[in-house]
């Protein structure tokens, strides 16, 4: 299967800081990717939808301002978490799709972000 | 009512024994069906992708898909301790671009 590449796997950080995760499709192209956050023993959480060269689409709930999304290339996706804080503690998970295949949704690693 | 319901769990098995996970759905309008594996503080791994109604097979996997139930479900046979994570269904409407609407993910152990 396609392959999506997040990193970093973890950070800590202190409160206050600002963290960027990447998200890369290696080897194929995706206008469209999709940002997660997980709690422990819960289901995925839709935090945003990012397209390529335009804005990201946010889901209710949750602060643009505060996760900014940059999906500047067909093969790049950035979430950078703002000021976090010791709340925004969670797993972030991103995925993507083959702009010229189907349905299927590949997914990172995910990043396990921890605030102090 | 939620448009994914999946049971979480926990299932415990043991080792060889045949695993059923099972999610019903409300909307009628999805086309595509997924399972996900998903072990702790990993990323979710593509396990079985179908469309339409009937069964695939793949290994030790089978999905089924009963649309006029609303009703999919994922086989395990000869289950393995290696096969302990969470599995979650997944599921999408004919648009490229939208986001899949997961299940809560059924948590699964199996013993040695």
């Known amino acids: 299967g396609a392959v999506v590449s997040q990193h970093p796997s973890w950070v800590i950080c202190k409160s206050g800081t600002s963290v960027k995760i990447e998200c890369r499709s290696l080897?194929?192209?995706?206008?469209?990717m999709f940002w997660y956050r997980q709690f422990p023993k819960q289901s995925l959480m839709l935090m945003a939808t990012?397209?390529?060269?335009?804005?990201?689409?946010?889901e209710q709930g949750v602060e643009k301002d505060k996760f900014l999304i940059n999906h500047a290339s067909l093969t790049l996706s950035t979430l950078t978490v703002t000021s976090a804080h010791p709340e925004d503690s969670s797993f972030y998970i991103c995925?993507?799709?083959?702009?010229?295949?189907?349905?299927?949704?590949?997914f990172g690693s995910g990043t396990q972000l921890s605030v102090l | 009512q939620k448009e994914v319901e999946q049971d979480p769990g926990p299932l415990s098995v043991p080792e060889g024994a045949i695993v059923s996970l099972n999610c019903t759905y409300s909307n009628s309008a999805f086309q595509y069906f997924m399972w996900y594996r998903q072990y702790s503080r990993k990323g979710p791994e593509l396990l079985m992708y179908t469309y339409s109604s009937g069964n695939k097979e793949d290994g030790r996997f089978t999905a089924q898909v009963d649309k006029s139930s609303k009703y999919i479900s994922l086989f395990i046979r000869d289950s393995q301790p290696s096969d302990s994570a969470t599995y979650l269904c997944?599921?999408?409407?004919?648009?490229?671009?939208?986001?899949?609407?997961f299940g809560k993910g059924t948590r699964l152990s199996v013993i040695a």
């Open positions: 997944a599921m999408s409407l004919n648009s490229g671009n939208t986001p899949l609407v």
């Open positions: 995925s993507a799709r083959d702009s010229r295949g189907d349905e299927k949704l590949f």
């Open positions: 080897d194929f192209q995706a206008t469209t």
């Open positions: 990012s397209n390529e060269g335009s804005k990201a689409t946010y």
